[in-house]
């Protein structure tokens, strides 16, 4: 599109979806409130997910196909228990910039809100950009 616009333009036409690309169709002091307001709510999430992160209960119990972050011992993990298969622990910090996982329980999956890497239960890439699995966490899981 961008070649198509330039060509049209420097040989003196200009096609009527141009002002679509025009620059200048921003208007950043109308727009700022609306960027405040979202990245407020990019922060109040991103805070909301480090501190309202809960214990372990002694009573928890995780189903199958379940999972959820917990503080244990100052750490942040991620604990999820498969549907087939053992349940697993790892830190709950994206291997690429830190953002909280959330586990995702239709996919059985770690995803990352932030940039969309995701992770398999037992904390291995299966989506980048994070290169590298969530944090190995030497912390027993649930045995049930
Ligand atoms: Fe998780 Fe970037 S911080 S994908």
């Known amino acids: 599109m961008a070649g198509r616009l330039l060509a049209r333009v420097i040989t003196g036409g ?9 620059r200048r169709r921003l208007n950043p002091w109308r727009e700022a409130p609306a960027l ?15 501190t309202g992160v809960p ?5 928890q119990d995780l189903g199958r196909g379940e999972g959820t972050m917990v503080r244990f011992r ?7 228990r498969e549907r087939e298969g053992g349940p697993h622990t790892a830190g709950a910090r994206c291997a690429h910039l830190g953002c909280p996982v959330h586990f995702n329980d ?5 995803d990352c809100p932030c940039h969309g890497s995701r992770f398999a239960p037992d904390g291995t890439v ?13 912390i027993p899981p649930p045995d049930r």
């Open 14 to 22: 200009e096609p009527r979806w141009a002002p679509l690309h025009d």
């Open 36 to 50: 405040v307001r979202f990245q407020s709510e990019v922060a109040r999430h991103l805070v909301g997910d480090w």
């Open 55 to 59: 214990s372990i209960p002694d009573d």
């Open 74 to 80: 100052g750490h942040r993990v991620a604990v999820c």
């Open 106 to 110: 239709a996919e059985e999956s770690w």
């Open 126 to 138: 299966l989506q980048g950009p994070a290169t590298r699995p969530l944090e190995p966490l030497d």
